[in-house]
C-alpha cells in the first residue's frame, strides 16, 4: 500500500509497517487504520 497515496482498501493493509516508517509525521496508520474500520463497519 505504501506509496498507493489512498487509492487501496484499508482491507489490503498486510501491517507490515512500511506506512508507518514511510509516515513524516509518525502516525501509527495500522492501528488508526484498524480502528476506523471497525466504526465504519459497525
Same mark, same amino acid.
Request: hydrophobic share 30%; charged share 35%; with cysteine.
Given at each position: 500500500? %505504501? *506509496? @498507493?497515496? *489512498? +487509492? +487501496? @482498501?484499508? =482491507? !489490503?493493509? /498486510? +501491517?507490515? *509497517? +512500511?506506512? &508507518? &516508517?514511510?509516515?513524516? $509525521?509518525? /502516525?501509527? /496508520?495500522? =492501528? !488508526?487504520?484498524?480502528? %476506523? $474500520? =471497525? %466504526? #465504519? #463497519?459497525?
Amino acid at each position: 500500500m %505504501v *506509496g @498507493s497515496h *489512498g +487509492k +487501496k @482498501s484499508a =482491507d !489490503t493493509c /498486510i +501491517k507490515c *509497517g +512500511k506506512c &508507518e &516508517e514511510a509516515c513524516p $509525521k509518525h /502516525i501509527q /496508520i495500522r =492501528d !488508526t487504520l484498524e480502528k %476506523v $474500520k =471497525d %466504526v #465504519l #463497519l459497525a
